[in-house]
């Protein structure tokens, strides 16, 4: 019983640290909860059998699954309601954002209503955690301002997030199309035409991108959907939005156009593309020594000056100084 007022007691005398361990007691509680039931759900028939013919194999063995369906869960469940009420109306913002989606890697059908309820949970939750400080004594109008700057933050960070996703997978695309047009060059040149060099290609490159060898088998299933070359060629450039394989790709349609050598015609591309590659690496050498200024003058320059003269200084203090003191 004593051992029970104590613990009363030291409650009652902290109540603002027992709430907050409570609340982050329930905070944890509900997400391990979400998570639990999101894992536990009963697959109808229906969805068992779209898996297994989703990852059904093709007569290669290699057949990788381009676009996933996550229309069930509990992340759709949420995503659903929060994408109906910040949905932009246009149809043109829409497919501005799915096409930047899509050129992040998400090819889900769901990955624009997801990417949008994230935006709304970010607004809404970075304000919320941070008003658990003042749950027990009143807001100020400084509190408030940070609020509404975490609200900003919280809904604007999703964007810089894919950004640099964006960024990040057209620089490994950009690494690696040069090793694959030597690939598709030497395919060409051994008979095969663009649709199995495309393929070819694909499955050849994928352990070392995986992004380009997906973009390439893509583009070999709208092939063989019966959409038109071209067509299916703009499609994959608008995808990665890398310049330098939407050039490749126009070079393709007028090499289709004109009836040229498509083999002379990589074989060209391919050159010019490496000596662009070598230009460029060039250029950023010549740029990194005006680079190092700064952080020379910043901090190389001050930490050989303490080095040097340091000593020196030390010696001045110790005797010089105090004989031009006097007694």
Not at 103 to 117: C, T
Not at 132 to 149: D, G, K, S, V, Y
Not at 200 to 205: F, L, N, P, S, T
Not at 267 to 291: G, I, P, S, W
Request: hydrophobic residues 50%.
């Amino acid at each position: 019983m004593g051992q029970l007022m104590n613990a009363l007691y030291r409650i009652l005398e902290n109540p603002q640290y027992f709430a907050i361990l409570g609340l982050v007691f329930l905070s944890v509680s509900a997400a391990v909860a979400g998570v639990a039931l999101s894992f536990w759900r009963r697959e109808g028939a229906g969805n068992r059998l779209s898996r297994l013919v989703a990852a059904e194999p093709a007569a290669d063995g290699k057949r990788p699954l381009i676009i996933q369906d996550e229309s069930q869960g509990f992340v759709a469940k949420v995503a659903k309601p929060l994408h109906q009420i910040i949905a932009p109306s246009k149809e043109a913002t829409q497919k501005r954002l799915r096409l930047r989606l899509v050129q992040g890697g998400f090819r889900s059908r769901q990955a624009l209503r997801n990417f949008l309820a994230l935006k709304v949970i970010g607004a809404v939750l970075l304000p919320a955690l941070y008003l658990l400080r003042f749950l027990f004594q009143p807001a100020t109008p400084e509190a408030l301002a940070i609020c509404l700057l975490l609200a900003a933050g919280g809904f604007f960070l999703p964007n810089l997030a894919l950004l640099q996703l964006v960024q990040r997978r057209q620089e490994r695309l950009l690494k690696a199309l040069p090793d694959a047009l030597d690939l598709m060059l030497v395919c060409v040149e051994a008979g095969l035409g663009l649709n199995m060099a495309l393929k070819r290609v694909g499955d050849e490159i994928r352990p070392m991108c995986k992004d380009l060898s997906d973009e390439f088998y893509l583009t070999n299933l709208e092939f063989q959907a019966g959409i038109p070359r071209e067509e299916c060629l703009r499609n994959m450039g608008q995808r990665t939005g890398v310049s330098e394989l939407q050039a490749l790709i126009a070079v393709l349609i007028q090499t289709n156009r004109l009836g040229t050598s498509l083999a002379k015609t990589l074989r060209v591309h391919t050159d010019a593309m490496r000596t662009k590659r070598r230009q460029v690496a060039e250029e950023k050498a010549a740029k990194l020594a005006v680079k190092l200024v700064f952080p020379m003058i910043f901090f190389i320059f001050p930490a050989m000056f303490v080095v040097l003269v340091g000593p020196a200084a030390i010696r001045i203090a110790k005797n010089l100084l105090p004989a031009l003191g006097g007694p």
